[in-house]
């Protein structure tokens, strides 16, 4: 079964470094997103992606964040220059088409530790 | 912003019991979505549901979608082992491509 991948799976880094996120949504899908979790909270949404542009960002996703489609495969979130408080686990997730019953798939997600 | 609350916020049960779980919100969602997610892993589909007042079952797993579009709760029978793990709500305005609000969780525990 077709799943979502990301890389690596946990990072750890020195505050104020950019860190790169990979993931490598489903073949056949088109919108692209990146929730991130921390540490015993919910999952928060941070930005989708659909036809080479952002669809929608959250308020936690500022100048700070940015993502990218670099090739037809990877899906990356880019952290500029990390704080404390993006420490999390970061999901990537991918869905089909824009119909009434489509799933979200999730990526196992990359844990992200910043010191 | 919309708030999506489950409770209870954990359930220490037996094997083989019943287990019910249920998410409110502030505010209507048209699609309502039951995730399970693992220690270390990322976010499941269980359940999806579309109209209000649907039920909709996946093996050992009920779910219903409430008449107010503000609510929603997953019942499991005859709980097994496997079944640990934390459950999360998650609501869409309307449709598939929209961003998932997550409730805050219900972590299931089997004591032996």
């Known amino acids: 079964e077709p799943e979502v991948t990301q890389t690596p799976s946990h990072q750890v880094t020195q505050m104020g470094q950019e860190v790169i996120l990979r993931c490598v949504p489903i073949?056949?899908?088109?919108?692209f997103y990146w929730y991130r979790q921390i540490l015993g909270q919910k999952v928060e949404f941070l930005v989708s992606?659909?036809?080479?542009?952002?669809?929608?960002k959250s308020e936690i996703f500022d100048d700070q964040f940015s993502v990218e489609r670099p090739d037809g495969s990877n899906f990356t979130l880019k952290i500029r220059s990390t704080k404390l408080e993006d420490s999390a686990m970061y999901f990537c997730?991918?869905?089909?088409?824009?119909?009434?019953?489509?799933?979200?798939?999730f990526g196992p997600g990359t844990r992200l530790l910043v010191l | 912003g919309q708030q999506l609350n489950q409770s209870p916020q954990s359930m220490f049960i037996q094997e083989g019991e019943d287990v019910s779980m249920n998410c409110t919100s502030s505010?209507?969602?048209?699609?309502w979505l039951w995730y399970k997610q693992d220690p270390g892993e990322g976010p499941v589909l269980l359940i999806a549901?579309?109209?209000?007042?649907e039920l909709t079952s996946n093996g050992r797993l009920t779910a219903q979608f409430g008449i107010t579009r503000k609510d929603s709760f997953l019942n499991i029978s005859a709980s097994i082992p496997s079944d640990v793990g934390i459950y999360f709500c998650?609501?869409?305005?309307?449709?598939?491509?929209?961003?998932?609000?997550f409730g805050t969780g219900t972590r299931l525990t089997i004591i032996p």
């Open positions: 992606f659909y036809n080479n542009e952002i669809s929608e």
């Open positions: 073949s056949n899908h088109l919108y």
């Open positions: 998650a609501g869409q305005p309307n449709f598939g491509n929209e961003k998932l609000t």
């Open positions: 997730a991918s869905s089909e088409l824009e119909k009434i019953q489509e799933t979200q798939y």
């Open positions: 549901l579309y109209k209000a007042g």
């Open positions: 505010s209507i969602f048209n699609t």
